[in-house]
């Protein structure tokens, strides 16, 4: 144990030698400390001399009438944590003393090296000025790292600034140039819809001049023939429908030469039943009338119209022999056969097979047989022909398209490339098939298990929460940066 006297002594330090250039204003060395008797009692009875004390308590107490062992047994406790307090605070003293004395003596080491004679003669005035030029230089760093990091942030707002500067002069120069586009495309085009306008007008005029020519040459071989030759009602009604489609075309003419007229057409509803193969109108008197023909007598019915332009769409027969088809199957030359009217495939009535060469196939077919779309039957040219008949399923639904499947393949091989590329698509596409059909299906026995099963299973509702590791620092940017261990989120932020 260390005695308490030894705390009050001052620590033997090198004498310091006056020097005689020094003013005497100079604080001298300061003299030793001598230990004060009371304070010795004091230190004696908080330390470990207590005893003496204790016996008087007890004296006391016992003269007294009042000699109680608790009492005694604090008073103990209280002593015994008293020197285990004086210990500590000797011992905290002891280590403060010497760590001044080591730091006093490298102090002056320095100043005797740095400044020679001057620092012995000084003592601890050089020691003060030393820890003054540390403060100093250490305020002055501070200082300077003050500057640098506002020097930093007045550079990155005015980097931000000449960027944002930079972003609007670039808008604006890209706002010019679009405008300066649309100006030059308008007019590029008001002088394109001039032009345009201009050939339309001379070609309605010429069309307009042609439909006068025609209908006059009709009305003189009409005054001609009427003396001679009758005509007959098909050639009647075709006569009717050229007047009628002049007549409309002169009408559209008129109509866009001014557009701001229209002729308004009085469109009159008639609703028509069928009772016994016989067409009835309804008066909406509460009768029905039988529908007449618009012609009447002399006139020309719907049924003549519809017969000339039968006549009028079928194509007219080959008379030459070198311009007759050749059967595809026999090789020999034909006038006109089913296949070659309604599908234009050069194969006679007497080779036709449709049971087997010649089947027809359905459209829905055809697309899912050999992956053909709507752009490939219709759009791609030549496109394909076909006919259409009646649902047999349902009379009610859509009529069916039938094509011929011989076309079809040739179609699906032009598309496809070859038969084995067809193939391949078929069986990626069914495979495909059967992967969504087990995934729908084990999807539902997933959700049955948990409808059923609800115990066993838990769904996490827990949101996730970010575990940053530690931050790094970016020299570039002057920033910190942390991210997430387990996601790899991150964010960056700075330090003042």
Request: proline residues 5%; charged residues 45%.
């Amino acid at each position: 144990m260390i005695p308490t006297q030894t705390l009050m002594t001052p620590s033997p330090t090198l004498p310091l030698a006056r020097n005689p250039r020094t003013s005497p204003s100079d604080p001298p060395h300061p003299p030793p400390v001598v230990p004060n008797p009371a304070t010795k009692k004091m230190e004696n009875k908080r330390g470990g001399r207590g005893r003496g004390g204790v016996k008087e308590v007890k004296e006391d107490v016992e003269d007294g009438g009042r000699g109680q062992r608790r009492q005694v047994k604090k008073i103990r406790e209280e002593e015994e944590e008293e020197e285990g307090r004086g210990r500590k605070q000797g011992r905290r003293k002891v280590k403060k003393v010497i760590e001044e004395e080591e730091e006093e003596e490298e102090e002056i080491e320095e100043v005797q090296r740095g400044r020679g004679r001057r620092g012995r003669g000084r003592g601890r005035g050089g020691i003060r000025q030393v820890k003054k030029i540390k403060k100093e230089s250490e305020e002055k760093e501070e200082e300077e790292e003050e500057d640098k990091m506002k020097e930093k942030k007045n550079k990155k707002k005015e980097n931000k600034e000449e960027n944002k500067n930079q972003n609007k002069e670039s808008k604006r120069e890209t706002n010019n140039k679009h405008k300066t586009q649309q100006e030059t495309d308008q007019e590029t085009l008001t002088e394109i819809e001039r032009e345009i306008d201009e050939e339309e007008k001379i070609k309605l005029e010429i069309e307009a001049r042609e439909i006068d020519d025609e209908a006059r040459e009709i009305d003189d071989m009409e005054e001609r023939e009427s003396g001679r030759v009758k005509l007959t009602p098909a050639q009647k009604a075709l006569v009717e429908q050229k007047r009628q489609e002049a007549l409309v075309k002169r009408r559209e003419k008129a109509n866009k030469r001014n557009p701001y007229y229209m002729a308004e057409r009085e469109k009159v509803e008639k609703k028509v039943v069928r009772i016994n193969n016989t067409k009835m109108v309804d008066s909406g008197g509460g009768f029905f009338i039988e529908e007449e023909e618009e012609g009447g007598e002399g006139g020309v019915s719907k049924e003549d119209i519809m017969a000339a332009m039968q006549l009028v769409s079928d194509p007219a027969p080959f008379l030459e022999e070198e311009d007759r088809p050749v059967c595809g199957s026999c090789e020999r030359i034909f006038h006109t056969s089913y296949l070659l009217d309604h599908f234009g495939h050069p194969v006679c009535d007497q080779c036709r097979d449709p049971e087997e060469a010649h089947t027809l196939i359905t459209r829905t077919d055809a697309r899912q047989e050999y992956l053909l779309k709507d752009v490939d039957m219709d759009k791609r040219e030549p496109p394909l022909r076909y006919i259409v008949r009646a649902n047999p399923h349902n009379s009610a639904w859509g009529d069916m398209k039938l094509y011929l499947k011989l076309q079809v393949e040739k179609r699906a091989l032009e598309v496809w490339g070859s038969e084995e590329a067809l193939e391949e698509e078929l069986q990626r596409k069914e495979e495909q098939k059967q992967k969504n059909k087990l995934k729908k299906y084990n999807k539902k026995m997933k959700e049955l298990r948990m409808s059923v099963r609800s115990s066993l299973y838990t769904r996490a509702s827990k949101t996730h929460t970010h575990t940053y590791g530690e931050e790094v620092y970016m020299p570039d940017e002057d920033e910190y940066m942390r991210t997430c261990d387990s996601c790899g989120h991150s964010y960056t932020y700075d330090k003042m």
